[in-house]
């Protein structure tokens, strides 16, 4: 009899890798709050001066895990770190974990991956595609695995635009397993050098290296029980276990914080396109429901079937606009204003992209020089220009998916939800098509202005940044009166000199 999605995680041991990332943070949550598991064992590397433990420990005050360790506190004792790291030959895991793993886990999670988009190749290559094939070596020394989890990205074949949840294997250059072959003969520089001929029509290493990174699992994952789940855009969260909470300023809440302290004025885009966000909560329960589903399907799985392969992206009866998009980023500023802006909140978006570098010459470098000059001016350290650099080389970064759009077909997703019993299904929502997007961003602007602004959510704090706002937007607008009217005595004075 099936017990359902909180009945099969019940007692399994389960191996992350991403543990630390966003989404893996996310579904972490989700399989302690929500299920009995035994064991979570989380893939770490030490960082920034912190070992694989002590990044552990910073999450008992991570606000992810307020609601969970209020239900159930110790249940991140439940977590056991496995020191490694995917830009090893190896994997970076020890022999004595390696043999641990083997005998223990169920349940393997992929989620592991650089998602730089100006990633030197032999960095993206290693991370996303090798330690793929490495990944599902050690898998295959697993005697209790019953499902296997590839956490990929909507956008690994975005050289075309309308994508279903099947393999494209024609539109790589060569296949996976030849350009491994081809980084394990050359040096870094020289692999390097014929990056843009393998690359081919891929917009960056990161789309390709996850296209690379899929075809080794068409060719090279046997009759493991495995799938592939193909997420949109990562934004933040809807519901659970908080609203709009998030830790990063990767993708557009990103582009909403700069809005939102007047630094970002100016965008580049295809007004009438269309946006591909998900909530991260989503995403993590669709990771939940197709493992099980997963586990469910015929082990071993037959080696001439093709992974199932499972894509989160909005519902093509919910779509958003970039416009629209860019209208939510505003919605709220007069309800959520923080206390630290420079400028009045506003944003245009250009559409043509020659004049781009233009407007921005006007709209941030040189409001940037004149910000720089005023902090040198008053001994502190000089920062906007730098920042409008980054901003501009991220914006260009972007250019490939601002001017176009992706439609996703999630037949697969959708067959999914309709497995799960009506309970499970609140549960663990992904239901696209009913999400309401201004309702979504209006929390996500919360969220933003409490996660990552770490502004308190007090009527003290909202109404100091009212008052900011207030003042900004007296000086924005009689900016812009003067502008025009300068603008306007120019354009008088030469009429009448070439009248009179």
Not at 14 to 35: N, S, Y
Not at 372 to 388: A, E, F, H, S
Not at 411 to 419: E, M
């Amino acid at each position: 009899m099936d017990s359902g999605i909180q009945g099969f995680y019940k007692d399994k041991v389960v191996f992350l890798t991403g543990a630390t990332g966003f989404l893996g943070k996310v579904i972490i949550e989700k399989l302690l709050r929500t299920t009995e598991v035994k064991r979570i064992y989380a893939m770490v590397r030490p960082k920034r001066g912190h070992d694989i433990q002590q990044r552990m420990e910073i999450w008992q005050k991570d606000p992810l895990f307020e609601v969970l360790l209020k239900l159930k506190p110790k249940a991140l004792q439940r977590i056991s770190t496995i020191s490694g790291d995917c830009l090893e030959s190896d994997l970076g895991i020890s022999e004595m974990d390696r043999r641990l793993l083997a005998s223990e886990v169920q349940i393997v999670i992929h989620g592991a991956a650089t998602v730089r988009f100006n990633e030197p190749l032999h960095v993206a290559l290693a991370i996303n595609t090798r330690a793929t094939r490495l990944m599902l070596q050690l898998a295959k020394e697993m005697t209790n695995l019953e499902a296997f989890l590839h956490i990929s990205t909507a956008f690994s074949n975005c050289v075309i635009f309308r994508i279903e949840e099947k393999f494209y294997p024609e539109h790589l250059s060569c296949d996976s397993q030849k350009v491994l072959a081809l980084s394990e003969l050359l040096n870094d520089k020289m692999l390097e050098s014929v990056a843009p001929t393998l690359q081919g029509s891929f917009p960056n290493t990161y789309t390709y290296t996850k296209a690379l990174a899929e075809d080794v699992i068409l060719r090279e994952s046997g009759d493991l029980p495995i799938s592939i789940f193909r997420p949109a855009v990562i934004i933040a969260t809807h519901k659970e276990p908080v609203v709009g909470w998030i830790d990063n300023l990767y993708g557009p809440i990103g582009l909403i914080y700069g809005v939102a302290h007047g630094v970002l004025r100016l965008t580049t885009c295809k007004k009438e396109g269309y946006t591909s966000f998900v909530p991260v909560d989503y995403c993590a329960n669709v990771a939940l429901a197709s493992i099980w589903q997963t586990a469910r399907d015929k082990t071993p799985r037959n080696p001439r079937k093709q992974p199932s392969i499972y894509t989160l992206a909005p519902s093509e009866r919910n779509l958003m606009s970039n416009l629209e998009f860019y209208n939510h980023t505003l919605c709220c500023r007069e309800e959520f204003p923080l206390t630290k802006m420079i400028w009045y909140p506003f944003l245009h978006c250009i559409s043509i992209p020659w004049l781009f570098p233009v407007a921005a010459f006007f709209y941030h470098t040189l409001p940037g020089f004149l910000f720089d000059l005023v902090l040198r001016i008053t001994g502190r350290k000089p920062r906007l220009v730098k920042l409008y650099r980054n901003i501009h080389a991220s914006i260009t970064l972007l250019h490939h998916f601002s001017r176009n759009s992706w439609f996703f077909k999630t037949k697969n997703t959708d067959h999914l939800r309709s497995l799960m019993s009506p309970e499970e299904r609140i549960m663990y929502n992904f239901d696209m098509e009913a999400l309401d997007w201004r309702k979504y961003f209006q929390k996500a602007l919360f969220g933003m202005r409490l996660y990552l602004a770490k502004e308190p959510p007090t009527k003290e704090s909202v109404d100091q940044g009212r008052k900011l706002l207030q003042r900004l937007k007296i000086l924005h607008y009689s900016f812009i009166t003067t502008l025009w009217i300068i603008a306007g005595i120019i354009v008088w004075t030469l009429i009448k000199l070439v009248i009179f």
